[in-house]
């Protein structure tokens, strides 16, 4: 293998640079229309009329789409599909509004002005139904999801009240964070052409396959009549991958307009009906032998959830595995609002899970005066400990060692406001990094060429984060090609399919399927020099033969450029291979591990916050490109940054809109917040997980990042913040509160 590791330059990056990457919107399609949404602005009610007569008689208006004219689809439009892949959504069946944002007609012109304009002037009457957006009436009839994922909503074991009555000593606290927004640059966006009663959909999606099997559904097509494409994605962090309703509605529209339709949701429109992370609440209840060993945890979360369908936000199921306790709790609770519905957010659960867990720990080592990183070292788990299987491979004692070496804990004194620049005060906090290692099945075709190429290609997505670059290298190093002959192709439901680019898995997944596919065509290549007479091969052993930069060579010192074996071929000699996890998965607990240290500057009389430098120690299998998977981990910790200090859709209580819908006032870290990051990545074979041992790392950066700012924040000025985002005025209050500075 020479090429799997390397830091490769983007193979796609020449066409991102000079704008010929073609992102969803941008495909050209003769005749196309423009669609725009029109959104309930009440919270609950029912439609009670709509006039659409102003807006149907403007200028270039082709369609007005509401529910009294849309196509009756099968099933009332009900999911088609088992959620989380089949959501509950609003497609103009029915008069009822659920939440504020909800899509209530559609209106179709031929520019986008004119749609614009004519949206405006859809009159959309609503007899209000009280709707319930105050989270303290929520609460009180809470009720549980069941389930979270896979695993049981509520878990125990060992008992809770003896564990805590072993404790010497005991905390408990409730941590918040807020409801937020995906928010990648590239907003969603589809064009929809129907030919006949074959559709094609140009979606930005984490998953084309999941598009064309729930529209399919939905609308009632065989699904070998549902083309889905998409070879670029400006960003996905979770909102991309299910299929929301303006997905269908663009469907709907283009076939009733007799046109092709182009749908992209405005920055306002992707607060709300498109998900988002919800509101958690989160309860912690911990004790420790005064040695620093856990006697007990619980862990009981309650989120938010919309009226229309249950999505859990699994907070506690990181407090399942990290650590080793004999006695744990943890629940899962539902608190349902007039809101649109929630999804996968960066890191859903464990962002939201390590923050609350890995603060409660700050909280414990002060309680007993053991060094934060010593106190997780006590309680590591040796074996999944919900599991009671060993892991399948886990660096987390060294990450904590080489990342604590690098950031200088060592000089770490552990009384808050002793290190002092000026009013400055500077803090210094840590945390673990955690994300389950997932793999599911994917299949991958590569073929070489006469002219001297490969061309390989897998059903998968590119979210920005490099699939086509490290594809290729697998690829490459598969087929004894060098990397830049090797295309590769993603994006297309008329490639093998690859699952869901979602919960960190397209390399995991997908990399198998190529290095496969790559082999046996390797193979296939040999056999064809071999069984040709003309061939300086021909009537070799084929184990005598390797391929390398696109030559086959035997030991005996014969060559031949694959090329020409494959131009005498007559054909591309090309594989398909289909490869998924096997028992693997039942005998090995797999997650990902990292440790996060955290510097702040904060100022003690603004109560402003900068975040001064982050290390990132992580054991993540093998880095299948050390530059992509490098900026990959540092996209991961400024979400986290985002997520400790900034972050936070703010829902208005008497109408339930988020009020902030927009990049001025929901703020992101920009550069400028952004300080140095320092990322290490372990050398880490696991030899279990998948064949080139590599895990994935889409997420694991956010987790523990708000933890170990957070935890900085107090050794910094002395005092908790435990409601997200850590803000100026929380903290100022917090102090004030404290009656000091
Ligand atoms: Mo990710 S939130 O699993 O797309």
Known sequence: MSNVGQPLDRTDGLLKV???????AEFQVPRLVHAVLVQSTVPAGRITRVDTHVAQAMPGVLLVMTHENAPRLPNDGKPALEPPAGRVLSL????????NGQPVAVVVGDTLEHAQAAARMVRVEVAQQPARLDFETARADAHSPGKVQTQSADTMRGDMASGMAQAAQRIEAIYGTPMEAHNPMEPHATIAVWEGDSLTLYDSTQYVSGVRRT??????????????????????????????????????????AGRPVKLVLERAQMFGPVGGRPRTEQRIAMGAASDGRFTAISHDSLTTTSMIEDWTEPC???????????NQRTTHRLARLNVGPHTFQRAPGEATGTFALEVALDVMAYAL????????????AAQDPEKRIPW???????????????FGWARRNPQPGSMREGTTRVGWGMATATYPANRSAAAATARYLPDGTAQVESGSQDLGTGTYTVMTQVAADAMGMPVDRVLFSLGDTRMPEAPVSGGSQSVASVSPAVQAAGQQARDALIAAAIADASSPLHGLDAGAITVADGVLSAHSGA??????????????????AKVQPGEEKQKFSMHSFGAVFAEVHVDADLGVIRVSRIVGSYGVGRLLNAKTGRSQLMGGIVWGIGMALFEESLLDPRYGRIVNNNLAEYHVPVNADVPDIDILVLDEADPHINPLGAKGIGEIGITGVPAAIANAVYDAVGVRITDLPVTADKVLAALKARGSR
């Not at 494959?566 to 000699?573: L, N, S």
């Open 18 to 24: 000079t704008g010929q990457a073609r992102y969803s």
């Open 92 to 99: 103009l069946q029915d008069d009822q509004v659920h939440y």
């Open 215 to 256: 529209v399919a559904k939905t609308l009632g097509l065989s699904p070998d009549k549902l083309r889905v494409v998409c070879p670029f994605v400006g960003g996905g962090f979770g909102c991309k991958g299910s299929v929301w309703s303006h997905v269908v509605l663009a469907a709907m529209a283009a076939r009733q």
């Open 316 to 326: 506690a199921i990181v407090t399942r595995m990290l650590y080793d306790t004999p």
């Open 369 to 380: 005066g053991i060094d934060p990183v010593e106190l997780r070292l006590r309680n590591d």
């Open 392 to 406: 399948s491979s886990k660096s987390l004692a060294a990450c904590y060692r080489t990342g604590a070496e690098r």
């Open 559 to 576: 060559r031949e450029p694959a090329a020409a074996v494959v131009a005498r071929y007559g054909r591309p000699i090309e594989v398909t």
